[in-house]
């Protein structure tokens, strides 16, 4: 294996002061009632409330801020399956690039195509079950003349998804708590290797987990062999945005050296994390945004007595596709509005 | 009229000292489409992220953390629509009050009953139409010995209240733009007849509007004819925290000397409000939490060329009412996000 370059926490801080003029500076919030439950103490990062609504936002404009004049004249180009998306043309638009084409599957949720579109973006629908995404990206690039801005396998998008963990982190010292476990959603890995650069510089102790749909779970399977697997994709999930089939080859040379662990979720899982985020604290997730504090509320790791940080990821979802799954997550067993009279 | 004692700044700014280590301190949030929309700039104040899920806990805390040890030993008692009494089971809790007992509607929303029991108070149901509120405060407090914490007309309920705009006026003094309209809903007049008095200290140009549901319109009433007036009850509204008669008298002696104007808003704008929050802030509101922003959005007062902060005031909202509010909200022309692709 090529030994790939790591970002510092130089980076990483880098990535943080060019970051803080866009981003909303939101504190950890928790919940009594949540705490009690599970016997812990659960904050949450609401990275929901980031523009373009997701954390994408944080390795879009790091990538983006950095590019040239002459490069902001060809325009950029991503590949998403929708957020990072919405993230790379708010990104464009603010950097003053010519253009920014995004291709996105022609499934994708509504909101996520028509936000992007209404950004100025072109958004260009794939067939997510039969495309070459490596020949589509080669294509639209050489053809072109764009920049291609990569989803998460890529030292800029994951310093800046790693600013994430170093304001919990600092947050933490500032407050003078320890945290035990860090756990954050994963497809192509990004988010949760910049968390782990992050808290393995700032933080060491902290375990750092990766949260994945059952049956997309490559960076499982990549973990246990030691190296990068492709998985078939096994069926339906509600989380749109974790349907990567293989770990980034940069994201999986971080991963698989410092997680501490791999989660597999269920949908209904992301479905208990959205009916926790809307009830307790009045935040609007999607499936994907929610699946790593849906797995905690199923207990798929143990708060009991521990200081738990989990990021809520993204909120991109269509207005009846929210109202469906909450209305679906009130009849799994378990903690609900319903149950508060007996605690 | 009686010479009231209004709350000099200093108050204000002792309320402020006093609740910060207990709130979510969150900045305003702005979004680049509504401010496109809307030709100005749209800054909302996040009250629904607050512990308790709405702005409520501002003056509960103030009031319950002034508490003797004799008062709390007695225990506190609240007359609320739902979002005082949650507060106020909040605090009582924390400040380790011996009881909480708080008297509130039959039809309230499920959720704001079950999350204050949840908080260990009792919540005793009277009947909204035919009860004789003052009555019934008294003779709970008589009876039991317990210690009444009003939801509005009291000093230190609005000076918690005023933090709100305290806050406002301090962040835009630091980041260096004027704001020239603050707007918040209004039942009894507490939030608004704080927001007047913080704005007239530390913004004394900041036009300060009321807004109020159609038909339940005392506080136009009233400041139309120059004294409190109680008007009956005409119709059903889905903004259920707002259904005061008669303005308080304390807030109104504030109210009717500082306010620009009180604007009335109907329930399309409340869930035009509350789709717009979903949409652009990934924020869950409840129709009254949501009411003030509504009403900027059907225009009726113009933003062009301005800066606006509006409150979302709070979110506790029962779910299935959230979907069927949202699913009913009427599409704003060039707006919502099905018309996105037209921008």
Redesign the interface.
């Known amino acids: 294996v090529t030994e790939l370059h790591i970002p510092e926490i130089a980076l990483i801080e880098d990535a943080a002061r060019r970051l803080a003029p866009v981003l909303?500076?939101?504190?950890l919030?928790e919940s009594?009632?949540l705490n009690a439950h599970l016997g812990g103490r659960l904050l949450v990062k609401a990275e929901?409330?980031q523009?373009t609504?997701s954390f994408k936002v944080r390795g879009a404009w790091n990538r983006i801020a950095l590019l040239s004049p002459e490069e902001l004249s060809r325009g950029v180009l991503a590949l998403s399956s929708g957020n990072h998306g919405r993230a790379v043309a708010w990104a464009a638009r603010r950097a003053g690039a010519r253009r920014a084409v995004v291709l996105m599957p022609a499934d994708a949720p509504?909101?996520k195509v028509?936000?992007t579109?209404?950004l100025g973006a072109e958004v260009v629908a794939y067939d997510r079950r039969s495309a070459d995404r490596a020949e589509l990206v080669r294509c639209w690039r050489e053809r072109e003349g764009l920049v291609y801005v990569p989803a998460f396998d890529d030292p800029h998008i994951v310093a800046g998804a790693a600013t994430i963990a170093y304001e919990v982190a600092n947050e933490a010292a500032a407050a003078g708590f320890r945290i035990e476990a860090f756990l954050a959603a994963c497809s192509g890995g990004g988010l949760i290797a910049g968390s782990a650069l992050a808290l393995s510089a700032l933080s060491p102790t902290t375990e750092v987990w990766a949260v994945e749909p059952q049956g997309y779970d490559d960076t499982a399977q990549s973990m246990a062999r030691g190296h990068r697997v492709t998985v078939s994709a096994s069926g339906e999930t509600i989380c749109d945005a974790l349907l990567s089939l293989t770990p980034g080859e940069y994201t999986f040379e971080i991963n698989k050296k410092r997680l501490s662990g791999v989660i597999g979720a269920s949908d209904d899982d992301a479905r208990r994390g959205m009916?926790a985020a809307?009830?307790e604290?009045?935040?609007?997730?999607e499936p994907s945004g929610a699946l790593a504090l849906g797995a905690l509320l199923s207990n798929r790791l143990s708060l009991q007595g521990r200081t738990f940080v989990v990021v809520l990821s993204g909120?991109n979802v269509d207005?009846?596709v929210?109202?469906k799954q909450?209305?679906a997550a009130?009849k799994i067993p378990g903690l609900s509005?319903?149950d508060?009279?007996h605690?």
Chains 1, 2 share one sequence.
């Open positions: 909303v500076n939101v504190p919030m009594e009632r929901t409330l523009p609504g509504v909101n028509e936000y579109r209404a009916l809307f009830e604290f009045g935040l609007v997730t909120r207005q009846d929210f109202a909450l209305a009130t509005r319903s508060a009279r605690h």
